[in-house]
T-cell receptor
Framework: SQTIHQWPATLVQPVGSPLSLECTVE??????LYWYRQAAGRGLQLLFY??????ISSEVPQNLSASRPQDRQFILSSKKLLLSDSGFYLC??????????FGPGTRLTVL | QQPVQSPQAVILREGEDAVINCSSSKALYSVHWYRQKHGEAPVFLMILLKGGEQKGHDKISASFNEKKQQSSLYLTASQLSYSGTYFC??????????????FGQGTILTVHP
């Protein structure tokens, strides 16, 4: 069966510090991978979308970036965090144009 | 554009039924439904595809009106475990929307004993 991992689970970072969140998927190959952000009490905002290694689509202009160095690894990064980057970051995978399965999420607080 | 969900919140007693609606202004390929409990990740419930195909949970049903770009989620004989926030996610019919979902603002469902 397929599983999706995210780490860390929680993170508190000062403004201006760098960020690296990692997501890995097991039990499937060539998945579509997604990064979402959810502000407190709000819906899910798609940040990045990838259909393959090195193929990244950015959906929202911001100071975040994403990379996919391996087939089942997706990384979300920032060089300098802003207060507005706080939120619940969710990674998801899908087997093509189908239902998406979410990882447990990373709760990021920028102080 | 973000799909619009209604109602924004629903309060039920155990055993009661509820309907949550999702409406989009663009042509759709699919509608997905997810439930999220506080502090947790969303969990997949249903997917409804253009052409009538559906996949999802046994105890939850949904409809998809392709012409009106609307979907409804039907929760019958509600249980305490149904409490949470329900999100619809829509995938546009155009090529640039392939595999990408736009989520509604969510409907908060609370089930009381």
């Amino acid at each position: 069966s397929q599983t999706i991992h995210q780490w860390p689970a929680t993170l508190v970072q000062p403004v201006g510090s760098p960020l690296s969140l990692e997501c890995t998927v097991e039990g499937t190959s060539n998945p579509n991978l997604y990064w979402y952000r959810q502000a407190a009490g709000r819906g899910l905002q798609l940040l990045f979308y990838s259909v393959g290694i090195g193929q990244i689509s950015s959906e929202v202009p911001q100071n975040l970036s994403a990379s996919r160095p391996q087939d089942r690894q997706f990384i979300l990064s920032s060089k300098k965090l802003l207060l507005s980057d706080s939120g619940f970051y969710l990674c998801a995978w899908a087997g093509g144009r189908s239902e998406q399965f979410f990882g447990p999420g990373t709760r990021l607080t920028v102080l | 554009q973000q799909p619009v969900q209604s109602p924004q919140a629903v309060i039920l007693r155990e055993g009661e039924d509820a309907v949550i609606n999702c409406s989009s202004s663009k042509a759709l390929y699919s509608v997905h439904w997810y439930r999220q409990k506080h502090g947790e990740a969303p969990v997949f419930l249903m997917i409804l595809l253009k052409g009538g195909e559906q996949k999802g949970h046994d105890k939850i049903s949904a409809s998809f009106n392709e012409k009106k770009q609307q979907s409804s989620l039907y929760l019958t004989a509600s249980q305490l475990s149904y409490s949470g926030t329900y999100f619809c996610g829509t995938e546009g019919a155009g090529g640039t929307s392939y595999g990408k979902l736009t989520f509604g603002q969510g409907t908060i469902l609370t089930v009381h004993p």
